[in-house]
């Protein structure tokens, strides 16, 4: 069985994934949201071409004339969040939305390209090296696949030689280990700190009194760690965290609140809940205080429309595209989904928890990390899905 795990190739990861959207690099950050309100996806691919978007698409596809074109990066809706949350964008949003997408496209190759037959390790491999994203070609078979092709391109698919492409994030492939989990028996049952996966260097951690704004580098560097940030007491215990997956469900109204409150606050507004009604007011009297005239017509438009939070969306799932949010957002009409929604509340785990218990833990709450306590409820570091990933690509190779 081992033998077999390791003949796996990233194609049978793909089963049931559904096409990814796509983005031009030459769009602005208003196309970019306008895309993630219509799609309900929290994070739209962006292509370095005018892929599904071009008049006869279809034929230049079949003739190859789009071969060239590649995924160089994605768009979340937190990227967008923070964007505007810089003093000269929250002054003068409208100007700010007319920047090109191109300014989220990161350099640490956090999209990767694989063809369907590469290894299972060789995808752990790229993931460890920083790759979020793998996009992988999607094979279109049957007799109705030319009128596949032309419906998809030009609802905005991404074809490449007559291909969709999918991506496989973190979690699709830790879910992925987990159904063969018995190889690895020996390894998933010991503690996790007898593994050597507590990272105790990247934590990042704010105070619940501090001003939410001064989360926002800690919300940058966790976006690209794939963790988040710790909310902390005054004894250093963990109390919550101000999560970019959380960030993830929002509107942008969420922007003036990052811009007027204190990081405790932040967690009550952007609770799955929504947010009460005083902070609302709090954060309207805030701006209003500063004369940050744009941001506030921006949040009273925004909040005509919806419920200040958006239900929580599909954060572009292993289910849908890439996969931290558990329910969806209904569009703009405001409430809430049925399904599960992540709230600010902290996932937790303890030094001496087994590494299964931890991978089922994150997976079920549809996250890449867990934070790790002492009793006293004290950081002792967090566990991410990278560091699961490399004890079982190091198990996987001794297995060959």
Known sequence: MA????????????????????????????DALSALKRSGDNCVSVWSCNHG????????????????????????????????????????????????VSVFIRKTGDVRHLEPNASLVE??????????????????SGRNSRKKLLQNTLSNSTFHNNRQYCWLTQED??????????????????PINSLDIIDVQNINT????????????????????????????????????????????????????IATLSAGDLMAYIDCSGPPEDLVQLVKDRLQERNLVKALELMEED??????????????????????????????SGGYSAKVVRRSEAIVCHPWSSLVAVMIQALS????????????????????????????????????
């Open 173 to 190: 492939v830790v879910r992925y280990l987990v159904n063969s989990i018995g190889l690895f028996s020996q390894t998933a049952v010991n």
């Open 53 to 100: 978007q071009l008049p006869g698409a279809a034929d230049k596809v079949d003739a190859g004339g789009l071969d060239e074109c590649r995924c160089v990066g994605k768009v979340c809706t937190v990227d967008i969040i923070t964007f505007l949350c810089t003093e000269e964008n929250l002054s003068n949003p409208g100007t700010a939305l007319q920047a090109p």
């Open 206 to 257: 704010v105070h619940y009194d501090d001003p939410a704004s001064s989360a926002l580098p800690f919300v940058a560097q966790s976006l690209d760690l794939q963790t988040s940030v710790a909310i902390v007491d005054g004894d250093s215990k963990l109390v919550g965290e101000i999560s970019p997956f959380t960030l993830n469900s929002c509107d942008e109204d969420v922007v003036a609140a």
């Open 3 to 30: 033998a077999s795990l390791l003949a796996r190739e990233v194609s049978d990861l793909c089963l049931g994934k559904p096409p990814l959207r796509c983005l031009s690099i030459s769009a602005t950050v208003a």
């Open 123 to 140: 995808a752990i491999d790229w993931i460890l090296e920083g790759a979020q994203n793998l996009v992988i070609p999607l094979e279109i």
């Open 365 to 400: 709450h549809r996250v890449s990390y867990v934070w790790v306590v002492k009793e006293d409820r004290t950081l002792a570091g967090i566990v991410t899905f990278a560091g699961m990933l490399k004890v079982f690509r190091d198990r996987l190779r001794t297995m060959a």
């Open 303 to 332: 909040s005509g429309t919806s419920s200040g939070i958006s239900s929580v969306s599909s954060s572009c799932s292993s289910s849908e595209d890439e996969g931290f949010g558990v329910g969806r957002r209904n569009g703009r």
